[in-house]
Structures are given as C-alpha cells and as structure tokens.
C-alpha cells in the first residue's frame, strides 16, 4: 500500500510563508516526477510545481520567483518553499507521485489527502 502524507499546511498572512513536505512510503521501486497541485474552490485543479528524479523543475506563471520545489530521494519526500504568498494561493493543495511499483512496472499516479492553505489579506 503506498501512502502520501502531506504537512505544513496551515493560515499565514499575505507576504507570509509556509513550507510544505510530502512523504512517500510503501512498497516503492521507484519515484519519477512529484508535483504539488492545488484546488481553491470552485476552480479546477491546477498544476503548482513540479519536479523529475533527476530534479529539472517546473512551475506555474502564477507562482514562478515565489515558490520553490525541491524533493529528497533517499527520503521519498518533495516539499514546497512558499514565499510572499498572496491571498489568490489559498486552496487546498494536493501532493502528486508518478511511481513504479516493480522493475519494468508501469508508472502509476498516486495523490495525497490535501493540506488547507489559507492566506489572508
């Protein structure tokens, strides 16, 4: 069973930071990419960061010079620097791992529960 447990969510004020972790653990092979979405509500779920194995990263215009992904392989975990957060980031953010179960296995897309972020003005 493979799990992805999320933390560091939490409210901050505008300009503030948080910074969230995302650990995988199971019976793993391998991690590719891990990414962090987020859903505010009434939007769709969109793409925030995103990050390969090999640690060429990927953001989103809206978060660009503001947020910063980075993961630790030997953890199986990525976080989330958030700085100079704005109202507009308050959603709920959702950890993603593309993985392998077994050599040769098909690479399978796991997601985490969600931690609430709240910025407020």
């Known amino acids: 069973q493979v799990q992805l447990v999320e933390s560091g969510g939490g409210l901050v004020q505008a300009g503030g930071s948080l910074r969230l972790s995302c650990a995988a653990s199971?019976?793993?092979?391998?991690?590719?990419?891990m990414g962090w979405y987020r859903q505010a509500p009434g939007k769709q779920r969109e793409l925030v960061a995103a990050?390969?194995?090999?640690?060429?990263?990927n953001y989103a215009d809206s978060v660009k010079g503001r947020f910063t992904i980075s993961r630790d392989n030997a953890k199986n975990t990525v976080y989330l620097q958030m700085n100079s957060l704005k109202p507009e980031d308050t959603a709920v953010y959702y950890c993603?791992?593309?993985?392998?179960?077994?050599?040769?296995?098909?690479?399978?897309?796991?997601w985490g529960q969600g931690t609430q972020v709240t910025v407020s003005s």
């Open positions: 993603n791992a593309d993985l392998r179960l077994r050599l040769m296995g098909p690479p399978i897309g796991y």
């Open positions: 199971g019976r793993i092979f391998s991690i590719n990419a």
């Open positions: 990050i390969t194995s090999g640690g060429s990263t």
